[in-house]
T-cell receptor
C-alpha cells in the first residue's frame, strides 16, 4: 500500500540556517504530495502541495519539488526563523482521493 | 470565515466507557474526515463523510463509528474504550473531499485520555 517515510527528528537549527527535511514515498500511480505543519496546541495547516512530477510547491519561504524518479518530496527553506519551530508532516493522496497518508512527522526547533 | 471547530477539546474517560466527539466544518464544506494521531502510529485515517454518507473507511475496528448530519456537522463515536484509544482526534473538512483540488482544513483536535 501507499506509504510515506520522513527523516527522524528532532531537528535543531540556529536561526537563519538552511533547512532540509527529507520525505520519500511509495505509491502506485501518480499521487499528489503535501507538506503540513502543526504548531504546538494547534491542528494541521497545509504548507504546500504538488500534484504532478516536477511540480514545485512553495509557501512562506518553504519549497518542495515532486521528484518521481527518486520518489521524493523534500522540504527546504533557505533561512529558518524561531517562529518556524513546529512539527512538519509529509503526506500523499493516492488514486482513491479521500484519505491523506501521512509520514510520522519531523519536529523542528529553531533557536535564536 | 470560521475554521473547523471540534468539541470538546479535552476528554478523560475510563476503560469500557464510550465517547462521542463532535466536529463542525467550515461553512460550505460538505466533506468531513477524521484522523487519529498517536506518538507511536502517527496520523491514521479513520473515515470520511460526504453528504451524510461514509465514502471511505480506514483500518480501525468496528468500535469506531461516525455519522454526518444534514448541516455537514459530524460526530465520531468510540465504544468500549481501551487504553490504546488515547490519542488526539483530528477532524478535517473540505469542499468535496477530493485532493489535491480540495484542500483539507484541520481543526485543533480533541485530546482523549483513557484511564
Amino acid at each position: 500500500g501507499d506509504s510515506v517515510t520522513q527523516m527522524e527528528g528532532p531537528v535543531t537549527l540556529s536561526e537563519e540556517a538552511f533547512l532540509t527535511i527529507n520525505c520519500t514515498y511509495t505509491a502506485t500511480g501518480y499521487p499528489s504530495l503535501f507538506w503540513y505543519v502543526q504548531y504546538p496546541g494547534e491542528g494541521l495547516q497545509l504548507l504546500l502541495k504538488a500534484t504532478k512530477a516536477d511540480d514545485k510547491g512553495s509557501n512562506k519561504g518553504f519549497e518542495a519539488t515532486y521528484r518521481k524518479e527518486t520518489t521524493s518530496f523534500h522540504l527546504e527553506k533557505g533561512s529558518v526563523q524561531v517562529s518556524d519551530s513546529a512539527v512538519y508532516f509529509c503526506a500523499l493522496s493516492g488514486n482513491s482521493g479521500y484519505a491523506l497518508n501521512f509520514g510520522k512527522g519531523t519536529s523542528l526547533l529553531v533557536t535564536p | 470565515k470560521a475554521g473547523v471547530t471540534q468539541t470538546p477539546r479535552y476528554l478523560i474517560k475510563t476503560r469500557g466507557q464510550q465517547v462521542t466527539l463532535s466536529c463542525s466544518p467550515i461553512s460550505g464544506h460538505r466533506s468531513v474526515s477524521w484522523y487519529q494521531q498517536t506518538p507511536g502510529q502517527g496520523l491514521q485515517f479513520l473515515f470520511e463523510y460526504f453528504s451524510e454518507t461514509q465514502r471511505n473507511k480506514g483500518n480501525f475496528p468496528g468500535r469506531f463509528s461516525g455519522r454526518q448530519f444534514s448541516n455537514s456537522r459530524s460526530e465520531m463515536n468510540v465504544s468500549t474504550l481501551e487504553l490504546g484509544d488515547s490519542a488526539l482526534y483530528l477532524c478535517a473538512s473540505s469542499l468535496q473531499g477530493r485532493p489535491p483540488t480540495d484542500t483539507q482544513y484541520f481543526g485543533p483536535g480533541t485530546r482523549l485520555t483513557v484511564l
